[in-house]
């Protein structure tokens, strides 16, 4: 259970080269608890959330199976239900899967620190399994406004700037 007791996690590390579990889960416990701040999220009882830190053969896989598309992405999202932006949590959220290769690759290129990217695509993919999308122009100015105040509270800059 993350330390709001609001998000029960289970990581699952498949590649060799993320940093150490516990590290992971502080990671994942800071961007759940700033997400929900930010969100107003109060859940009535705890959802459960499953993250896969992989490799980009394995996040190509899901890509092309699940999306039709050829090749690594950075971070994808399965939610259990779809659910609307302010909806009582479902008992299970989903998944979110992030590769590795893809995560340094962009941090290097965006000269960020490798911690602030993985944290942003954690909170874009938490946003995403609690009912936010960016498929038309007014849907990702909302997730990306929600993304740059999520990370303030976490005290990582802008990643738009």
């Known amino acids: 259970m993350t330390a709001a007791r609001q998000l029960d996690i289970a990581i699952d590390v ?3 080269d993320w940093p150490p579990v516990h590290e992971l889960e502080t990671i994942l416990d800071r961007v759940v608890a700033a997400c929900f701040a930010e969100l107003g999220l109060d859940p009535v009882q705890p959802s459960e959330l499953g993250v896969t830190f992989t490799d980009d053969a394995h996040i190509a896989e899901l ?3 699940w999306r039709s598309k050829d090749g690594a992405t950075n971070v994808l999202s399965f939610p ?3 659910i609307a932006p302010g909806t009582e949590l479902p008992p299970m959220l989903g998944d979110i899967v992030i590769a590795f290769e893809t995560v340094a690759r ?3 290129e965006q000269e960020k620190p490798f911690i602030d990217h993985l944290t942003h695509l954690l909170a874009h993919g938490l946003l995403h399994l609690v009912g936010y999308d960016h498929m038309d ?3 990702a100015e ?5 993304e740059r105040r999520i990370l303030e509270r976490l005290a990582i800059p802008d990643p738009y700037a």
Do not use: G, K, Q, S
């Not at 909302?142 to 929600?146: G, I, Q, R, V």
């Open 14 to 16: 498949e590649a060799a």
């Open 63 to 65: 890509n092309r199976h």
């Open 80 to 82: 259990v239900v779809e």
């Open 106 to 108: 962009e941090a290097r």
């Open 137 to 139: 122009d007014d849907e």
């Open 142 to 146: 909302t997730m990306e406004a929600l």
